[in-house]
């Protein structure tokens, strides 16, 4: 197949959501916006920055047909990307959309959260959907084939309504729960609103988020779909998990984990029903990157189509955070 290439891109932060995890042998290519980027047909990648002298060291010597700087405002002035790929520290989000803002780049990718501050990220809304520009943020499940399925299954009632979720998100041992929330936390309240098709509403939260290796159980609510969320220290271990309770059912998704159950006639109790394993495993790829990618550039081609993951959408994760957060000032 002949490539296009016609589709010029630029990354600020050639660190590791940016460049590196391409380099992961163990995952799922493309696995970053580099690989994203040079997996399309239409994309190619013209510049990266990165204040980081080692990180512009290391890009410049494996792409050494691409610009490389140290300020994303002299790279934005120099190469007018056609699709910009915010992938930097998260304090740095906001300014650097507010420079492609105003150079009016056509696309931007930004990644999660969009601010360590509601406020900050509330303060370019206007900005935003005044512009011509679209933004689009990088919660990647949205458009992960396994994720596309299960919300599938959910409109389809394959398994009658769904009933309630608990989910689970744990990062290792020490790390504090608020920043478990602003890491992968962004990720799991984004994909509970995706799959419930709701906005959704905090009920009550126990625990201190600010404790090293706490844990935190909020209670929350998204239509009629109750929902309790455990984040939590003290394991050895990373687990991003969801499970879907239904009348006739039940669906486990997460990192490493799929499974479909059906409520069949019960092989241990007389008069009842159980639930039986009919599906473990995502057979392939899950395209989660490439398939963000391909919808940024469906977007750039195509001005005025619905941004599937837009900088609302973005910000309402931003105020669930907030709002969890919001009963236990920092001390």
């Not at 992961?24 to 980027?37: N, Q, T, V």
């Not at 934005?76 to 150079?103: Q, R, Y």
């Not at 998204?222 to 059912?249: K, P, Q, W, Y």
């Not at 899950?286 to 609302?312: I, Q, V, W």
Request: glycine share 8%; net charge negative.
């Amino acid at each position: 197949m002949t490539r296009k290439n016609d589709v010029r891109c630029a990354i600020t932060g050639l660190g590791r959501i940016g460049v590196t995890l391409e380099n992961d042998p163990l995952r799922e290519k493309p696995a970053s916006h580099l690989g994203a980027i040079e997996y399309n047909q239409e994309t190619t990648l013209v510049a990266g920055a990165d204040p980081d002298e080692s990180r512009r060291k290391a890009f410049q010597q494996n792409l050494p047909d691409c610009e490389v700087f140290s300020d994303f405002d002299a790279m934005i002035d120099a190469v007018h990307p056609d699709i910009l790929h915010i992938a930097s520290d998260t304090d740095s989000h906001v300014t650097i959309l507010k420079k492609a803002l105003t150079a009016k780049v056509p696309m931007i990718v930004c990644e999660k959260p969009l601010s360590n501050s509601l406020e900050e990220a509330r303060s370019i809304l206007s900005l935003i959907e005044s512009s011509d520009s679209v933004v689009l943020v990088n919660h990647e499940r949205r458009f992960s084939r396994d994720y596309q399925e299960v919300r599938g299954l959910i409109r389809d009632k394959a398994f009658g309504k769904l009933l309630s979720i608990n989910a689970r998100l744990y990062m290792g041992k020490a790390r504090e729960v608020s920043k478990n929330l602003y890491h992968d936390g962004t990720h799991m309240l984004d994909i509970l609103r995706f799959l419930t098709d709701q906005d959704l509403e905090i009920l009550h939260c126990e625990g201190n988020p600010y404790k090293e290796g706490g844990q935190m159980i909020v209670l929350a609510r998204g239509g009629g779909i109750n929902i309790v969320l455990d984040v939590s220290g003290r394991r050895d271990h990373l687990v991003f998990e969801l499970d879907l309770s239904f009348e006739r059912g039940r669906i486990r998704i997460g990192n490493g984990v799929y499974e479909l159950w059906s409520s069949e006639e019960s092989p241990y109790y007389t008069g009842f029903r159980s639930l039986t394993c009919s599906t473990s495993g995502w057979k392939g790829r899950t395209a989660y990157f490439s398939a963000m990618m391909n919808h940024a550039l469906d977007l750039y081609k195509n001005p005025g189509r619905k941004c599937e993951s837009s900088y609302r959408d973005g910000l309402k994760v931003q105020e669930l955070i907030d709002r969890i957060l919001r009963d236990y000032p920092q001390e």
